[in-house]
């Protein structure tokens, strides 16, 4: 029904407007002309320009054949022009909302994508190639891989053999200094002969599992931060099934970041803590900002500054991810969730692979079958695929509440473990990071937050997406670049990004040294853990190696 109700409104909203529709169509007449006309040269053996060109980010016809070869060539644009005319179209479709025509847009794409000729074997002059090369080799380690991908149940991106969590990811050594049912906490070893006497304290979204941030050392924002003297902790959440599934958001709040709050200030002796929520642990941490602010009192919160990555607090436009996310999707989603008790990891994990469905599916499918190309070892990927579950009634909530009523933005539509919520009640510093090609947290709408909060804001715009803009460490010469400047409340993400001072580099640095003079006295380290909180195993725990 998410599928089929949006493609039927916009072939009947055209139906609707059948002057438009002649529009469009003499449009289409005039470039299937001129295609002709291109198809006629190049057959002739005659030089002429493309008629349309692949979108910048479509690496489907790189390989020279597509152009060098006159057949293969005009193959390519036919696909284009028609694949083109059609999402232009329904871009514009008449008598629709914003919305709808992006819903009808999303859907025949991913058909479009799915009928991409670089998808076929006897439409894939690449993949022809390598079969003669290999004498027929290429095609028998693609029918390998699909058997492996079959087994698996799902289209592997790397090769899940070439990682172990605590061998060559998740390494920074530290210790598990508290357990529940929905968390274990991780207090990291001090690399340094001075800490910083506020603690640092990380919480990770459970969508999916906390080493992101630990990757390796060379990646590692763990690492950097330890090793630029700060004293870590971070939330590593439970993996839940169906005995979970009446776990709140409350509890995630309370018994999760407030409890990773104060075993913080316990083992380092600070009143008070530096704290960091990514995406989804970043809409957390706001709602729990807004939280401890009343629960607390302004003058007794134990979080001094908050920090937030790629994080939506305003949930209007979510970007691509809201063809999803409607009363009857969510409806149907939830009584799902309702039989299981959960969400299982590797479904949502679907829905985010088809919203990028050339890169992140069948790129694989073309390469791993057709090329028959062994998966990349790359550990981003991996942990991609190491997926988690959600409980049911607190992702019922959350969708509910954040997506469909948008409601952490209206001054206390919502109640959280007995407070109302609103965000005009943090009056905390902050440090916002947002990417720009980020597809989960479109960055002008992560802007939204600076314009809800009473603290200070420093913005950041790093380049990359959801996660290479926030694992970007700083290296030499400089991969990446960033925009940053403070941000007033009544900023737009526009305004804001005219005068924002251009950076090449990582923002890791940028954001230490606004870190630094909030996070007090360097001094001797804290001791790992106390009577209260005593360390039960090294880290990366137990609660990691769920599956």
Not at 494 to 511: L, P
Request: aromatic fraction near 12%; charged fraction near 20%; include cysteine.
């Amino acid at each position: 029904m998410g599928v089929a109700v949006p493609l039927m409104h916009a072939q009947l909203a055209w139906m609707m407007h059948p002057q438009e529709l002649a529009e469009t169509a003499a449009q289409f007449s005039s470039k299937m002309l001129a295609l002709h006309w291109h198809s006629w040269l190049r057959a002739f053996g005659m030089r002429s320009e493309d008629v349309e060109s692949p979108n910048p980010d479509d690496t489907r016809f790189v390989d020279p054949i597509w152009t060098e070869s006159a057949s293969w060539d005009i193959a390519k644009e036919w696909y284009l022009v028609s694949t083109h005319h059609i999402q232009d179209m329904l871009y514009a479709t008449p008598g629709l909302s914003g919305r709808e025509r992006r819903r009808a847009a999303f859907w025949w794409r991913k058909w479009l994508n799915a009928m991409a000729p670089t998808n076929f074997l006897l439409t894939n002059p690449v993949a022809i190639r390598k079969a003669v090369e290999s004498n027929g080799d290429s095609l028998i380690r693609g029918v390998q891989n699909f058997l492996a991908d079959l087994q698996a149940g799902t289209i592997r991106m790397t090769n899940p053999d070439d990682f172990q969590i605590g061998r060559n990811l998740a390494m920074t050594p530290g210790k598990v200094v508290f357990r529940n049912h929905l968390l274990e906490i991780i207090h990291y070893a001090p690399s340094q002969a001075n800490v910083h006497a506020v603690p640092l304290v990380i919480i990770t979204p459970w969508i999916n599992k906390f080493y992101i941030l630990d990757l390796n050392p060379r990646k590692s924002m763990v690492k950097y931060l330890v090793d630029q003297g700060f004293d870590v902790f971070i939330t590593s959440w439970k993996n839940p099934d169906e005995r979970l599934r009446a776990v709140t958001f409350d509890d995630y709040l309370t018994e999760g970041i407030d409890r990773i709050v104060s075993v913080a200030c316990s083992i380092s002796g600070s009143a008070t803590v530096n704290a960091v929520g990514y995406c989804i642990g970043g809409a957390a941490l706001a709602t729990y900002m807004a939280w401890a602010n009343r629960h607390y009192g302004h003058d007794n919160v134990p979080v001094a500054s908050a920090t937030f990555f790629t994080t939506l607090t305003d949930y209007h436009s979510p970007g691509d991810i809201e063809v999803f996310l409607d009363e009857s999707s969510i409806g149907w989603l939830s009584k799902a969730m309702d039989r299981k008790g959960y969400l299982d990891g590797r479904e949502m994990a679907a829905a985010f692979r088809l919203l990028r469905s050339n890169s992140l599916i069948w790129h694989y499918v073309v390469h791993g079958y057709l090329y028959g190309e062994t998966p990349p070892s790359f550990d981003v990927l991996y942990w991609n695929m190491d997926t988690t579950r959600m409980p049911a009634t607190m992702h019922k909530w959350y969708l509910q509440e954040f997506y469909l009523h948008n409601a952490l933005i209206k001054k206390d539509a919502l109640t959280v473990a007995g407070a109302p919520i609103d965000l005009e009640q943090v009056v905390q510093p902050i440090y916002a990071v947002a990417a720009a090609d980020d597809h989960i947290a479109p960055w002008k709408q992560a802007f939204r937050l600076n314009n809800f909060v009473a603290g200070s804001t420093r913005f950041v715009l790093s380049s990359s997406g959801h996660i290479l803009g926030i694992i970007n460490p700083p290296v030499r010469p400089p991969k990446r670049e960033y925009w940053v400047a403070e941000s007033a409340r009544h900023d737009s993400a526009d305004s804001w990004r005219e005068r924002a001072e251009f950076r090449s580099g990582s923002w890791w640095e940028d954001w230490i040294s606004w870190l630094r003079p909030l996070s007090g006295k360097a001094g001797k380290p804290p001791a790992m853990a106390n009577i209260t909180y005593p360390a039960l195993i090294d880290a990366p725990g137990s609660y990691v190696l769920e599956r």
